[in-house]
């Protein structure tokens, strides 16, 4: 059983909830770190293209970072599954 938590929203609730329950989609058929980031990355680039900007994704247990996004494109959220936990970020780059 998973759950999810968001830790930061600026992302509209459309998006936010199609992040979460692709991200939770993945987990459930055992996808790998990497292979998480590339599909939220397809899925994302696909449905909600923008030629001036492109979609990023960063998925792990632990990480830092520091960018510039476009407005109402970033989210952060963290999903528990059993004894694993996810984070995972996403933004549109400027």
Known sequence: ????????????KDHAQHAIQLTLQ?????????D?????????????HDESCCWQVVCGEIF?????HKTKSVISFRVTQLDSILYVFMFQSA
Do not use: P, V
């Not at 998973?2 to 509209?12: E, K, P």
């Not at 993945?26 to 990497?34: G, H, N, P, V």
């Not at 998480?36 to 909600?48: A, D, G, Q, V």
């Open 36 to 48: 998480i980031c590339i599909n939220l990355k397809k899925e994302f680039e696909s449905k909600y």
């Open 1 to 12: 059983m998973s759950n999810y938590q968001i830790l930061r929203n600026d992302f509209t």
């Open 64 to 68: 830092g970072c520091s960018l510039t």
């Open 26 to 34: 993945y987990i459930s058929q055992a996808m790998k770190e990497k």
